[in-house]
């Protein structure tokens, strides 16, 4: 036996890198089959909660102790005029009796203001809320059926217009013949049996004064030729066409006629302007005209009167076609307008709307309490009972928030907090605190700030405030000297968005939530506290903005609405390792949700 261990100690000694390799490989094969047999796949858990509608209070703490006889410096929580002293020093008060009132005919006024604005959202909200009154229907209905009636009117004009347009293109083809024969006749006769054309005589007598003869030859001569053309090809198709052909086909030969009649116009004025200027020409030479251009001219003028006649005619009659077409074209949509209206108004407010307009009732109803408490502002009150030591003020002087107007003094037990100069920035006189006391177990008194210090003092490079509050009851085991906590409530905000503050995370200056598409949870799941579940789909982010918050709650302006359902924790566990991921929010407060 010795001599078999002896041997495969020289063995190992002799084959050192052939060792190693094989406990390295023992090593790695031992690590990964740890991993497969005796360490569980990582699960990831969603823990979801659901937006809601609720109040949310925050407020400011501070530790201090209680004071068995103070004096409080009082001061107006608003600026203005002293209208009135109700009191003088040494004399007894009680709390919340009147001290002094200032000039709060604004403020009065904004008050007036407010409930004027909430009574027009609350009636506005109960016209929503009411039945569809049957002359309302009735005139809907009435819409409709007008927007209907008014498409077929118009359909029917439109089909009655065209023995209207034929009897205007007749009209015209009764005179058009007779106009161009006599247009010809006066451009390519022949005056006093010279061998040329009237148009080229009249040009060439005139163009040995004035060369501008041959342009107007060649205008009158370009214009007549196409004038023919047109009148060829229109009296072609008048001849094709009757009374009962197609509205289409009338139509379509209105536009023609009324272009022919166009050209037909321009030709005769430049006819017109070619004699008219052979005339004027050789009269300003003194050289005698022939009369015949002067039966040109008459010609010519009566031939004007004819076509401006018909141009009036087939132009207006195109007006109207173009009317009656917008008139149906337009019908369609405005039937449907009508019909959506109509539906509308059978359907009475939908949920959205009534939804908005009681958010716009609660908002008025916020501006009028926020009116109210200004108005409140300009009448100086007790804090507690008391006896008047000073009084600063006289009526007539200008009152401003940070000059003291009075000095009471009191018996009775009072809190002395201090605050940070972060705190205090949120606190002011009239606010409403919640006291208890290290000494005495299960003991909640709620009283009201006092004073808030308008100067700090400052200690090791950290500025601090005092703040007294009243207590509302006095407790005969609340005794001098006691150390106290206060928590201040700063700002309430009701019926508004509220969501976990851990579900809040935030990413390049943007605050998001987390949510899980394709996921849903009853009310009942929720409260049963059913609300952790896995998920295939990974979480999408969606951008929110943010309001006020405390330590649990987030207040969202926007992003979500009530009932989405959002991610507020995620945990990712093992046998061995269990990784919790949640976020944050900063603040001291509660909420209330309903």
């Known amino acids: ?151 077929q009117d118009a359909q029917e004009s439109l089909k009655n217009l065209a023995d209207d347009e034929f009897n205007a293109i007749s009209n015209s083809f009764l005179e058009l013949p007779d106009v161009m024969a006599g247009l010809q006749d006066i451009l390519f006769g022949k005056i006093l049996n010279v061998n040329q054309w009237n148009l080229d005589y009249y040009s060439d007598l005139t163009k040995t004064y004035d060369e501008k003869a041959l342009q107007y030859r060649n205008d009158a001569y370009d214009s007549y030729t196409k004038a023919r053309a047109a009148y060829d090809k229109n009296f072609v198709d008048y001849k094709a066409a009757s009374r009962y052909s197609d509205a289409s086909t009338i139509e379509s030969l209105l536009a023609e006629t009324y272009e022919t ?53 087939l132009s207006a009659l195109q007006s109207k076609i173009k009317t009656y077409e917008k008139t149906i074209e337009d019908s369609d949509r405005i039937i449907l307008e009508k019909q959506l209206s109509l539906e509308d108004v059978q359907a009475g407010a939908e949920e959205s709307e009534i939804r908005a307009q009681h958010l716009t009732v609660q908002d008025k109803q916020n501006v009028l309490a926020s009116a109210k408490e200004d ?33 009471i003094i009191t018996k009775q037990r009072i809190a002395e907090i201090t605050l940070n100069e972060v705190d205090v920035a949120k606190v002011k006189v009239g606010q409403k605190a919640t006291l208890t006391f290290d000494a005495i177990e299960n003991l909640s008194i709620t009283g009201q700030v006092a004073e808030v210090d308008a100067v700090g003092s400052a200690s090791q490079g950290v500025v601090s405030y005092g703040v007294k509050i009243n207590f509302d009851t006095q407790d005969e085991r609340v005794r001098p000297g006691m150390s106290l906590a206060a928590s201040i409530i700063t700002e309430t905000k009701a019926d508004v968005l509220l969501v976990s503050g851990s579900a809040i995370k935030s990413s390049s200056g943007k605050s998001y939530v987390q949510i899980l598409d394709g996921v849903s949870l009853t009310a009942e799941e929720l409260a049963a506290g059913n609300s952790s579940i896995t998920s295939k789909n990974s979480p999408r982010q969606q951008t929110v903005e943010v309001g006020a918050s405390n330590d649990s709650y987030t207040e969202i302006i926007s992003g979500l609405s009530a009932g989405d359902l959002i991610i507020t924790k995620t945990t990712t566990a093992s046998t061995q390792t269990t990784k919790t991921t949640t976020g944050s929010s900063g603040g001291n407060a509660m909420m209330m949700l309903r």
């Open 1 to 151: 036996m010795k001599n078999f261990i002896r041997f495969w100690v020289e063995k190992i000694k002799k084959n050192k890198l052939l060792t190693v390799g094989i406990l390295l490989a023992l090593i790695i094969a031992g690590y990964f089959g740890y991993q497969k047999f005796f360490i569980s796949a990582a699960e990831t858990r969603y823990t979801l909660a659901a937006v809601e509608k609720g109040t949310l209070i925050v407020s400011v703490s501070g530790t201090g102790q209680v004071s068995s006889s103070d004096q409080v410096d009082l001061k107006p929580k608003a600026a203005g005029e002293v209208v009135s002293v109700l009191v003088k020093a040494g004399q007894e008060v009680k709390s919340g009796q009147a001290l002094a009132s200032l000039d709060s005919r604004d403020a009065r006024q904004a008050v007036l203001d407010a409930q004027t604005s909430l009574e027009t959202a609350q009636l506005a909200m109960e016209k929503l809320l009411e039945p569809v009154e049957q002359l309302t229907l009735m005139q809907a209905e009435d819409a409709v059926n007008q927007a209907k009636q008014d498409k």
């Open 261 to 313: 009649e166009r050209t037909i116009s321009d030709a005769i004025k430049n006819s017109n302007n070619l004699i008219q200027f052979y005339q004027d020409t050789l009269t300003k030479f003194s050289k005698t005209v022939v009369s015949t251009s002067d039966t040109h001219l008459s010609s010519i003028s009566s031939y004007t009167s004819k076509v401006n006649a018909h141009l009036t005619t």
């Open 375 to 407: 108005l409140a502002d300009y009448s100086i009150r007790a804090p507690f009972d008391g006896i008047i030591a000073n009084v600063d003020l006289k009526k007539g002087d200008s009152a401003s928030s940070g000059s003291v107007a009075f000095t």
